[in-house]
């Protein structure tokens, strides 16, 4: 699309012209794994070999070129894949990268067990402390700062345009994972990060039906990179994948208001429940990030953690207790989910620095009707 158009629009028909051959308004899934050509080397619309590229896919990746205002996105067969094919990408044996010291459980197990034996050292650091960002920086080997913002499941929030300034000062490029905002919540490529990057099976996905991943970038000389990597390395998603992920993106708008209208209401009754310690949410005024998440952000999302008075056994029994919060991992999809972080997602974290509270309970606050959401969890409360 030429014009500059808004969000919504822009997630319902950016990369998804009617079918010209037969008009259909959706794009068709193109189940296929190779394109006749016209002579050798006459491809119809570029398509060879559906590693490569396939139109389907092509439709979802220029959808999330536009929604995160980037000049390129790549789709992968899930967030980690995207994860892997961006460090394989951007760094060599003996580089270094900052990561957040409460960084997605999957991401820091990359770090830990994949990417370091073969050579890319790590600092986890508390990304919030702009001086002890600095401090990691080893100059010269840092190549990657990785920012997760807000984060899961402590839901910390770091002011990204900030970062970036101090990357910049030191040649190190900001890779920003947006899985838990969304790009209608937060683009971070207009706040200088270089690379975003999203689990699509979350919020863009947004039903619980399909795992994903993929990057967004400005600099098209990178994506170009990270194009051919996409294909040299090969994690891509299959048509179908694709389609659900596109499908799920044309109503992202629409589900994340009615997320962020519910998870306030969540807030509301947890924070003056006697059962609950501490709650976790950028939306509160006295969370440390909310002065920065409500200058980067849209608005302060779906997912919500809280901290039991009576400690982790409480917790794993109020996870157990809810009815209407389905007890699962993954997040971002229409229905809501409870979980135990310390237990389930974070499990591989534990005995690490990025070890989360014993005590703590993530929400995925899901659009069904709030009341229904605040019965369910006065019941498990009590
Ligand atoms: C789920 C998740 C990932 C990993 O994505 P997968 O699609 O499960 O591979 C990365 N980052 C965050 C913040 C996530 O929640």
Not at 59 to 84: N, P, T, V
Not at 123 to 143: C, E, H, M, N
Not at 228 to 235: D, E, K, L
Request: glycine share 10%; net charge negative; aromatic share 6%.
């Amino acid at each position: 699309m030429s014009e500059r158009h808004g969000f919504e629009t822009l997630a319902i028909h950016a990369g998804q012209e009617p079918d010209p051959v037969t008009g259909a308004v959706v794009p068709p899934i193109v189940q296929a794994s190779t394109y006749k050509q016209d002579g050798v080397g006459g491809l119809r619309g570029g398509y060879e070999y559906s590693r490569s590229a396939n139109p389907t896919r092509t439709a979802l990746e220029e959808c999330l070129a536009a929604l995160e205002d980037g000049s390129r996105a790549l789709a992968f067969a899930s967030g980690l894949a995207a994860e892997d094919t961006v460090l394989r990408t951007l760094l060599r044996p003996g580089d270094h990268v900052i990561v957040p010291n409460d960084a997605y459980g999957g991401t820091y197990r990359l770090f830990a067990k994949v990417w370091a034996p073969w050579g890319v050292e790590y600092d986890p650091v508390d990304l919030r402390d702009l001086d002890a960002v600095r401090a990691a920086v080893r100059p010269g080997r840092t190549k990657l700062v990785w920012v997760e913002t807000p984060s899961n499941p402590l839901l910390s929030v770091v002011d990204i345009a900030a970062v970036v300034q101090i990357a910049t000062d030191h040649g190190a490029q900001v890779l920003v994972d947006n899985t838990f905002a969304s790009p209608y919540l937060q683009q971070p490529l207009s706040l200088g990060a270089d690379v975003v990057i999203h689990s699509t099976t979350k919020y863009l996905g947004g039903h619980s039906d399909v795992v994903g991943g993929a990057l967004v970038v400005r600099d098209a000389e990178l994506g170009e990179r990270l194009a051919f990597h996409q294909n040299a390395a090969g994690a891509v998603p299959g048509p179908f994948d694709s389609w659900l992920v596109l499908r799920g993106a044309k109503t992202l708008g629409v589900r994340m208001d009615r997320h962020c209208a519910n998870a306030e209401r969540v807030v509301e009754l947890l924070t003056r429940h006697p059962a609950v310690s501490e709650v976790l949410y950028p939306g509160l005024p006295g969370h440390r990030g909310h002065d920065i998440a409500s200058r980067q952000m849209r608005a302060y999302g779906g997912m919500v953690s809280f901290r039991l008075v009576d400690g982790e056994a409480k917790a794993v029994e109020v996870c157990g207790r809810t009815e209407v919060f389905t007890l699962g991992e993954s997040l971002g999809g229409v229905e809501s989910l409870i979980e135990h972080p310390g237990r389930m997602t974070h499990a591989s974290a534990a005995g690490s620095p990025l070890e989360v509270p014993s005590d703590l309970v993530r929400l995925s606050v899901g659009i069904e009707t709030a009341d229904d959401l605040l019965a369910d969890l006065e019941k498990a409360l009590a």
